[in-house]
């Protein structure tokens, strides 16, 4: 079993759509919780960053932390053609080995 | 600001060829790391320096991969002799502990290997 699951895809939505994307992790040394998004071809740059367990928001962005359920979430509202991408969560203990999800390609068709 | 920079941004190169692959931290960043992604394994973190020393390289495959940080804005990962599976893009990235407690990783814009 691998540190990070994350459902790969790829997922398509309808511009508008609410969009959840999620990941489980069986290490639970892990506190810090990060999504990171990829443009194709591109590095992957942090879109939201949580440290405890419930829920933060940002815009159209929520991230949600269960560390009992060892489960993070992603929710994007009115998603755009322009959120297209793929989406990694990314999660470390107290050192810096951040551990990556394999990712969740998303396309969101106008 | 510049961001990260990678170089070269593409190699093709032989089965048992020395590949050399070159990065430049955001100036003051003081955590350097590189990163290998494939569609298998995707973002596999392979080692990390902080303050130009090597603190984890755990995640080096094997002896035929060297990284070395000789000074704040140059870093080398080696891979010699390269082999097929090597075939893969390359991140590196920094940060620092202003960014959300190091949780804001910059990345480079990559190298894609191609090993014959």
């Known amino acids: 079993q691998k540190e990070v699951e994350q459902d790969p895809g790829p997922l398509s939505v309808p511009e508008g759509a609410i969009v959840s994307l999620n990941c489980t992790y069986s290490?639970?040394?892990?506190?810090?919780f990060m999504w990171y998004r990829q443009y194709s071809r591109k590095g992957p740059e942090l879109l939201m960053y949580?440290?405890?367990?419930g829920n933060k928001e940002d815009g159209r962005f929520t991230a949600q932390v269960d560390k009992s359920s060892k489960y993070i979430s992603l929710f994007i509202r009115d998603s755009q053609p322009s959120d297209s991408a793929t989406y990694l969560c990314?999660?470390?203990?107290?050192?810096?080995?951040?551990?990556f999800g394999p990712g969740t390609r998303l396309s969101v068709l106008p | 600001d510049a961001g990260v920079i990678q170089s070269p941004r593409h190699e093709v190169t032989e089965m048992g060829q020395e590949v050399t692959l070159r990065c430049k931290p955001i100036?003051?960043?003081?955590?350097l790391f590189w990163y290998r992604q494939t569609m298998m394994r995707g973002l596999e973190l392979l080692i990390y320096?902080?303050?130009?020393?090597?603190?984890?390289d755990s995640g080096m495959p094997e002896d035929r991969f060297s990284a070395k940080m000789p000074n704040a804005s140059f870093s080398t990962l080696k891979i010699q002799p390269s082999e097929p599976r090597d075939s893969a893009v390359y991140f590196c990235?920094?940060?620092?502990?202003?960014?959300?407690?190091?949780?804001?990783?910059?990345f480079g814009p990559g190298t894609r290997l191609t090993v014959l």
């Open positions: 990235a920094s940060t620092k502990r202003e960014l959300v407690s190091y949780n804001e990783q910059f």
């Open positions: 290490n639970s040394a892990f506190q810090y």
């Open positions: 100036s003051g960043h003081d955590y």
């Open positions: 949580t440290y405890s367990s």
């Open positions: 320096f902080n303050n130009n020393v090597p603190i984890d």
């Open positions: 990314a999660m470390r203990g107290y050192g810096q080995n951040f551990v």
